[in-house]
């Protein structure tokens, strides 16, 4: 008698830990849905190539992994050569790269520059960012310390509604300019595909919560100095 009891206790636990899972997933698929739905509606109409997109004063380059040696990574090459080709064809007229430099020893900002300087870009028209640990913090920099106000966002696709949602959320007026040629890297691009999903989620609440970026401080001028340079 005793053991049917407790039987009987087991199996009413079961269903109710199998309920409050399920209303978890459902919940969470909830939220991750209308997050989704917010970046996308929030970049819409906004996404265009190099030859279309709107003119810009600054393209924002968003960081991604430098190799050892301090070469950038081919997703973040891409990025890069996509800026380049913005500042030649008189779309932007200075460059924003903005990535992480937590430790001295890996300094995505420092790769860039000196990628696209390599290339023919004029130095003074590349303005570092050494604290853009993540979108939300990049695009927040541009605008409360940078003061940028109007800019090309360039990522990869995959990556882009997000970036220009985010920017416009923080109050930079944002277009963007996606890279397709990274896709050749399929396993790699799959894996930023489906890491979008939960991306989109703390996007939404890094706007909702207002949280400041991991570093501020006072503001910089170099954005003003390379539009006038």
Request: charged fraction near 25%.
């Amino acid at each position: 008698m005793l053991s049917a009891i407790r039987g009987a206790h087991r199996a009413r636990w079961l269903r109710r830990a199998l309920l409050v899972a399920a209303l978890g997933a459902v919940l969470a698929g909830a939220v991750t849905g209308g997050s989704v739905v917010w970046v996308r509606s929030g970049a819409e109409g906004r996404t265009f190539t190099v030859e279309d997109v709107p003119e810009a004063p600054v393209a924002l380059v968003l960081g991604a992994q430098v190799d050892p040696g301090g070469q950038p990574s081919a997703f973040l090459a891409a990025r890069l050569e996509i800026a380049r080709q913005l500042l030649t064809a008189g779309k932007v007229h200075a460059i924003l790269v903005s990535g992480d430099h937590m430790n001295w020893g890996y300094d995505e900002p420092g790769a860039m520059r000196q990628w696209l300087v390599d290339r023919g870009v004029p130095d003074q028209k590349v303005v570092l960012d050494h604290a853009g640990f993540d979108t939300y913090d990049s695009c927040a920099r541009a605008r409360q310390i940078f003061g940028v106000r109007q800019a090309t966002v360039v990522t990869q696709s995959f990556h882009l509604d997000r970036a220009v949602t985010l920017c416009r959320a923080l109050g930079v007026e944002a277009n963007g300019v996606g890279d397709e040629t990274a896709k050749r890297y399929a396993p790699l691009w799959r894996r930023g595909v489906a890491r979008e999903y939960g991306a989109a989620d703390k996007a939404a609440w890094d706007v909702l919560s207002g949280r400041d970026p991991v570093y501020l401080g006072r503001y910089e001028t170099g954005v003003d100095d390379a539009l006038r340079g």
